[in-house]
């Protein structure tokens, strides 16, 4: 099956910096999704992105999908912001597969 | 607009019992539903999908099952809690396989 891995797996910065997270998955995939779970577990979407790049706030993302990665960009980091941070790729049409995440710590 | 609700949100149960939890999800028909587990540490693990009324598969040979009574109903359940069931469950749907899919707010299952 697809391999999806995230990188790095913890990340610690003081609010206000910038941060990029990667994800690279080892086949084709139709889609990609990037989530935010907050401390209290909920996951929450942030992009919907197969393909190209998008932004919205202090976030955007990018996929190449002929390079098979995934860019997450956090700008101006706030302590909200901590959190694990997944892609999910979707591939055979069919199949979902999660990284294993990226723990975000921002500290005040 | 949409949503998705499970529960309950937090369980603790002994081993040897029954599990039920319930998921629904409003404002759309025919969803696909999923439920995934999260051990301790950080990944999510597909358990179960249902493209419609009774059509469960499985992804993974386990102590758990699913069900779909309704449209919009989903239910993980289990006979026998063991304690390698513990863990955080949540239910999730999209209209189509490629879609976005979007989450429940999770359920915390604790087997002592």
């Known amino acids: 099956g697809i391999q999806v891995e995230q990188s790095p797996p913890d990340l610690i910065l003081q609010e206000g910096a910038n941060s990029t997270l990667r994800c690279n998955f080892s086949?084709?995939?139709?889609?990609l999704q990037w989530f935010h779970q907050n401390p209290w577990g909920q996951l929450i979407n942030l992009f919907y992105?197969?393909?190209g790049t998008k932004q919205n706030g202090r976030l955007s993302a990018t996929t190449v999908a002929t390079e098979r990665y995934s860019l997450l960009y956090i700008s101006s980091s706030q302590t909200t912001d901590s959190g694990v941070y997944f892609c999910a790729v979707l591939y055979n049409n069919n199949d979902m597969r999660f990284g294993a995440g990226t723990r975000l710590t921002v500290k005040p | 607009s949409q949503t998705i609700h499970q529960w309950p949100a937090t369980l603790v149960q002994p081993v040897g019992s029954p599990l039920s939890l319930e998921c629904t999800v409003e404002?759309?028909?025919?969803?696909?539903l999923y439920w995934y587990r999260q051990a301790a540490g950080r990944g999510l693990q597909l358990l179960f999908y249902s493209v419609g009324i009774g059509q469960i598969s499985s992804e993974v040979p386990q102590n758990l099952s699913a069900s779909r009574p309704q449209d919009r109903q989903f239910i993980l359940s289990s006979k026998k809690l063991l304690l390698s069931d513990s863990g955080f469950y949540l239910c999730?749907?999209?209209?189509?396989?490629?879609?976005?899919?979007?989450f429940g707010e999770g359920s915390w299952l604790t087997v002592v």
């Open positions: 992105i197969p393909s």
């Open positions: 086949d084709s995939v139709n889609n």
């Open positions: 404002g759309t028909s025919n969803p696909n």
């Open positions: 999730a749907w999209n209209r189509d396989r490629g879609n976005t899919i979007y």
